[in-house]
């Protein structure tokens, strides 16, 4: 049962005892789970029952979860909307999945400017920008009855604070469940919280945690303390790294160390099952899986993820080598936080970790039901612990001491030692501050609410938590974005307000997540009119449009500037140009920017006449192009860029492009190639990782009609699984295509190392030197233009499993004389999730 399976009948139960019969149903669903709650859960819970706003403020571990269960229990119960908001689009999609399994998937959604899903429910999962673009729009109209605000130390953030705090400004008519470890003295909230909404706003604070932590500081390297905490009967162990090429390396090195006995390895490949690691990086984690070694950071898949946190919840994966984003509330039960440091880079700068980040990290030790005790364990950095090991060899020799050379931390580095430790291990959070600031998108939402937009800004412009001084600069600020906005004409003053109250309205109607889903979306569209429909790279300059209005996914493109300045290298070097002007001149050389004058000179153009799209940064850039022009599978994008550690960012990034160009592109503009293209990949990133949209689909949205794909897939042709790679026919059909142009490819540039990996499946190879060598003693060249992609040169026979498919190279003579022929073997082609061959061979005419 779920615990929406509990709500009581109110129906003819007395005003008097209505919140005791809902509290009652809620306890009688812990109970049943085997589970009591502690004093701060129940206080919090009783709380929220009596109409109150609650700041939880308790150690990680205390059970704000299901504080968090409670309110939306009780919101259900009263017929009411409540939004769940988490600070990343991965815990809100793990929260999502969760609130589905707890209440059931009818009555829970998600939205996350990315997708939608279940909509209407009553309970929805959300980032908080989400509640603050809908508390903007409409204000205390909003359709929001409650938001449980998790992991509000994010107020503080300074990119995405105001996300936090203009909620609390902009909805009267809202309880609030404001939650997080560390948020120090919260008074002046409380104070400000009560005043705004008029509910009693109630404190619930905790220093004593379920399960206590012992902090230590040591001197050993990494290898030695994790077989010391191993030995001591302290794993699960999380260790805790600052980056993600970090993490994938320790854990790589920790191989040599015994973890698990031979009956855990078994119970793991029970676990693991028919699980498939589709990916470079995934067959590096299944070895790793299987010696009891995890790894999890944001640049892997989602599937890989959640998959180490399923195995983590056994308790069967004794180390986890991953990154500080453990402390935002990911599901992986520890016993012990190793931490390999306490520096970060920010973004900007290295630093030592604040409080507030200190114990979010070190809070995720000790699992309550498990653990009497959490361990936290900082290392000290490799200069003391270096310094440590002379000063032991040298003894109690005072002659050997005074020879010892002390090491020190390298120049530029930020360092930390046991005086940094202790400060921290006894340091408050830092005090919350206020991050408010105003926008083009924060104005024109405003000014789309009903009623006097005037007095909507000066109450959110005045009443912020900011100070005097600050406020002023923002209005300043505001003032010169309207004015900006009605000389641009987006915006017009109305003589008499129009029926809804409004003095000001947007002459062009934009969509209502505008500053949500692709913000530049508007002028992509309008940038699609200077292209020419009769251009060869027509579709692919469609593409590139809206790749440029996309986020960059970084690891991507500072891998093709790398490999772009290697090849210009080469080249120069090639010519004779000097060591020192090849390196002056290969640093203008970047990724690629397809249409960048173009763009650039229509964004100039565009922002005239709609300046807020200034706010946001044109990008352009070719992943996706560049995958369709050199027909890359996503294992071939990964392993030509050597992306493995950035598998998660790369199909983060797939995904937006392949939404982005199903949902925006108008009819008009997609031609049957564009078609082609979107389909394939749709399912290149479902056979990726298709653990989200299973998901999602098996859960059911009634507002969502079947797809043309998902039809095709239930009529699936000889294909038991429709979530089979060939039970999508035309989308395999495209990647068949790809495939063999992917050959001619490699084969033009004499790729002879790559041709060899991708055929390596096959029993007998082709002999590609030779081939290479037979064609360019005919030809100089080898033609890889879209004519050569054209059904002309390549065509497919279906034949039941097996197709048999032709394709010709297209040689500068016109003789068609050399052609890659082979089988595509479907059955094989399933279990791989990727294009295999039953036979390949190159014909020679």
């Avoid at 404190?203 to 010391?228: A, Q």
């Avoid at 294992?635 to 392949?658: F, M």
């Avoid at 299973?694 to 507002?703: I, V």
Wanted: charged share 30%.
């Amino acid at each position: 049962m779920t615990l929406a399976d509990y709500l009581p009948d109110l129906t003819d139960v007395p005003a008097s005892f209505l919140d005791e019969a809902i509290f009652d149903s809620f306890t009688s669903w812990t109970s049943s789970k085997g589970i009591s709650l502690y004093p701060a859960q129940e206080e919090a819970s009783l709380a929220v029952l009596a109409g109150d706003n609650v700041i939880l403020s308790t150690p990680t571990g205390s059970g704000k979860s299901m504080v968090a269960n409670a309110a939306h229990f009780i919101a259900l119960a009263h017929d009411q909307r409540s939004f769940y908001t988490a600070p990343i689009k991965a815990l809100v999609s793990e929260k999502f999945f969760a609130l589905c399994d707890i209440f059931g998937p009818e009555n829970v959604g998600m939205m996350t400017g990315d997708a939608t899903v279940n909509g209407n429910a009553p309970i929805i999962a959300a980032t908080a920008e989400i509640v603050a673009n809908i508390a903007l729009r409409d204000g205390a109209e909003a359709n929001i009855d409650q938001v449980v605000m998790d992991e509000f130390h994010y107020y503080s953030d300074p990119q995405r604070g105001w996300a936090w705090q203009v909620p609390l400004l902009e909805l009267p008519n809202t309880q609030f469940v404001l939650m997080s470890a560390t948020l120090g003295d919260t008074s002046a909230l409380e104070k400000d919280l009560t005043e705004r909404t008029g509910r009693a706003t109630t404190p619930v604070t905790g220093t004593t945690r379920p399960v206590p932590l012992d902090f230590s500081y040591v001197f050993t390297p990494v290898h030695e303390t994790i077989e010391e905490l191993r030995d001591e009967g302290k794993t699960p162990i999380y260790v805790v790294h600052f980056s993600q090429r970090e993490a994938t390396e320790r854990a790589q090195a920790l191989t040599s160390i015994p973890l698990i006995n031979d009956e855990e390895k078994k119970a793991i490949a029970a676990e693991i099952g028919s699980f498939r690691f589709s990916t470079v990086y995934g067959r590096q984690l299944s070895k790793l899986l299987r010696k009891g070694i995890g790894v999890h950071h944001a640049g892997m898949l989602p599937k890989y993820r959640r998959l180490v946190e399923k195995l983590s919840q056994t308790g069967l994966l004794k180390v986890i080598c991953g990154t500080d984003t453990l402390g935002v509330g990911i599901n992986v039960p520890i016993r012990t936080v190793l931490m390999t440091g306490l520096a970060k880079f920010d973004g900007q700068r290295q630093r030592i970790l604040k409080s507030r980040e200190f114990h979010q990290i070190a809070g995720r030790a000790g699992r309550a039901g498990y653990d009497t005790e959490g361990t936290v364990v900082v290392e000290a950095p490799e200069h003391e612990i270096e310094n440590v090991k002379l000063r032991r060899k040298a003894g109690d020799d005072p002659k050997k001491r005074k020879k010892i050379r002390k090491k020190s931390a390298r120049e530029g580095e930020v360092s930390w030692s046991e005086d940094t430790f202790n400060r921290l291990t006894e340091a408050e959070p830092e005090q919350l501050t206020s991050q408010f600031r105003v926008s083009n998108s924060m104005l024109i939402n405003v000014l789309e609410r009903h009623g006097d937009g005037y007095e909507h800004l000066r109450h959110l412009l005045r009443t912020n938590h900011d100070p005097r001084t600050k406020q002023n600069q923002d209005i300043l600020t505001t003032l010169a974005l309207l004015r900006g906005l009605l000389d641009a004409g987006l915006v017009k003053r109305r003589e008499e307000p129009d029926r809804y109250g409004r003095t000001y309205h947007l002459v062009r109607e934009l969509p209502r997540d505008f500053a949500l889903n692709q913000p530049l979306s508007p002028f992509a569209l309008a940038a699609l009119d200077l292209l020419d429909p009769e251009s060869e790279s027509y579709t692919l300059d469609v593409i590139s449009v809206f790749e440029a209005i996309l986020d960059d996914p970084r690891a991507v493109l500072r891998a093709q500037q790398s490999e772009a300045r290697g090849e210009e290298i080469a080249a120069l070097k090639a010519e004779g140009v000097e060591y020192t002007e090849r390196m002056t001149l290969v640093e203008e050389v970047t990724y690629p920017k397809p249409l960048e004058e173009l763009l650039e000179q229509a964004y100039d153009t565009f922002s005239e006449t709609q300046p807020w799209v200034k706010e946001f940064e044109l990008s352009p850039k070719s992943v996706v192009r560049d995958m369709v022009e050199k027909a890359m599978t996503f294992s071939d994008l990964t392993s030509t860029y050597q992306l493995s550690r950035s598998e998660g960012v790369v199909l983060r990034y797939l995904t937006d492009a392949w939404r982005t160009l199903r949902q925006t592109v108008p009819e008009a503009y997609v031609t049957e190639e564009l078609a082609d293209i979107i389909e394939w990949l749709g399912e290149l990133i479902r056979q990726v990782d298709n653990s989200l949209v299973d998901e999602w689909a098996h859960m059911g949205d009634e507002d969502t009609p079947i797809s043309e794909e998902a039809l095709e897939r239930e009529l699936a042709f000889g294909v038991d699984d429709p979530d089979a790679l060939t039970a999508n026919r035309r989308a395999f059909k495209i990647m068949v295509r790809n495939y063999f142009f992917r050959l001619v490819d490699l084969f033009a540039l004499e790729r002879e190392k790559t041709l060899a990996e991708m055929t390596e499946h096959l029993e007998e190879a082709p002999d590609f030197p030779a081939a290479l060598d037979d064609y360019f003693d005919e030809y100089d060249d080898l033609d890889l233009s879209a004519d050569a992609r054209s059904s002309e040169y390549f065509w497919v026979r279906e034949d039941g499993r097996q197709w048999h498919v032709r394709q010709i190279l297209k040689d500068p003579a016109g003789d068609n004389s050399f052609a890659f022929v082979g089988t595509v073997d479907l059955d094989a082609s399933d279990e791989a999730g990727e294009v295999r061959l039953s036979e390949l061979t190159i014909e020679q005419a």
